[in-house]
Structure formats: structure tokens, C-alpha cells
């Protein structure tokens, strides 16, 4: 049974940081690719950032380049996403994703498994 749980979020001001963590169990961690993807309110699911299965490549939406990192401890099975300088359009539910594959990508029907979410509020 693979799980998902993701923790961090929370209400926060614009400018400010939060990082986000997502814990993982029940699958060889190691093995698959991770992302983080987000949806706000009215609005479809988003592709956030994504890192490969030893964390030597990763992936961002350009909206969040500069601003947000990902990165994975494959020894406390955990992938984390830094995110500064937030801002109100970052406001969403963020899930975190294991792939199919070990190579990052960007396409959510190469997710296997989701959690079940994490809610960010980026006040102005």
C-alpha cells in the first residue's frame, strides 16, 4: 500500500517562504521520479516541479523558477519543495507524486500515486 502524506503548508504573506515535505512509504522511494504539482480554486491541476529518482535532474514550471527548489532525501524516503518569495498566484493545494518512471516529467498521467494535499494561502 503506497502512501503519501505531504506536511508544511499553511498561511503565509507575500514575500514570505515555506517549505513544503512529502513523506512517502510502501513503494521502493528510490527507484521513481517526484514531483510536486498544485491546483487552485476554479482552476485544473498544475505541474509544479519535478525531480528525477537520484535527484540529479530536476524540473520547474517557469512560473516558479528561481523562486522554488526541489529536492529528495531517498534515505528518509521524504521529497521536499522550498518555496520563497510567494506570492498570491501561488496560492493552491499542493500534491505531491510519485512517477512511473525513474526520469523526471511533466505530464500527470506518468504519476502513479498522489497524496492527498496540502493547502498553501499566500496572503498580499
Known amino acids: 500500500h503506497v502512501q503519501l502524506v505531504e506536511s508544511g503548508g499553511g498561511l503565509v504573506q507575500a514575500g514570505g517562504s515555506l517549505r513544503l515535505s512529502c513523506a512517502a512509504s510502501?513503494?521502493?522511494?528510490?527507484?521513481?521520479?517526484m514531483a510536486w504539482f498544485r491546483q487552485a480554486p476554479g482552476k485544473e491541476r498544475e505541474f509544479v516541479s519535478t525531480?528525477?529518482?537520484?535527484?540529479?535532474?530536476?524540473y520547474y514550471r517557469d512560473s516558479v523558477k528561481g523562486r522554488f527548489t526541489i529536492s529528495r532525501d531517498n534515505a528518509k524516503n521524504t521529497v521536499y519543495l522550498q518555496m520563497n518569495s510567494l506570492n498570491p498566484e501561488d496560492t493552491a493545494v499542493y500534491y505531491c507524486a510519485t512517477s512511473k518512471l525513474r526520469i523526471v516529467t511533466i505530464t500527470d498521467s506518468d504519476y502513479a500515486y498522489w497524496g492527498q494535499g496540502t493547502q498553501v494561502t499566500v496572503s498580499s
Open positions: 525531480v528525477s529518482w537520484n535527484g540529479g535532474s530536476t
Open positions: 510502501g513503494r521502493t522511494f528510490s527507484s521513481y521520479a
